[in-house]
Nanobody, 123 residues
Framework: VQLQAYGGGLVQAGGSLRLSCAASRRTFSNNAVAWLRQAPGKDREFVAGISWRGGTTLYDDSVKGRFTISRDNAKNTVSLQTDSLRPEDTAVYYC?????????????????WGQGTQVTVSS
């Protein structure tokens, strides 16, 4: 499966972006999907995850209440609505799939398939 993340950009603090991830070559409708991010000089971290049918969502405490993950299996896409962005949200955001229908907050549960999208938040 090939995943393409897009929707990043430059935004001022307090602004919003909608990130999306589209799969090609194979569906990921049977897999949990997560958004991960990596800021310069920092380790990659879990941001949000969603189960295969969308019934269960997980968020890192740093984005809870500001970010919303969703999926549309008919369109083979997963989105991340990012609101109230902060400079510390600046990072490359990646989408990744779990091996099964439910994921976790552990990075090892996911595999990144494609390139990420850059989000830059200015103060």
């Amino acid at each position: 499966v090939q995943l393409q993340a897009y929707g990043g950009g430059l935004v001022q603090a307090g602004g919003s972006l909608r990130l999306s991830c589209a799969a090609s070559r194979r569906t990921f409708s049977n897999n949990a999907v997560a958004w991960l991010r990596q800021a310069p000089g920092k380790d990659r971290e879990f941001v949000a995850g969603i189960s295969w049918r969308g019934g269960t969502t997980l968020y890192d405490d740093s984005v809870k209440g500001r970010f919303t993950i969703s999926r549309d299996n008919a369109k083979n896409t997963v989105s991340l609505q990012t609101d109230s962005l902060r400079p510390e949200d600046t990072a490359v955001y990646y989408c990744a799939t779990a091996t099964g229908p439910y994921g976790s907050r552990q990075l090892g549960a996911y595999r990144i398939w494609g390139q990420g999208t850059q989000v830059t938040v200015s103060s």
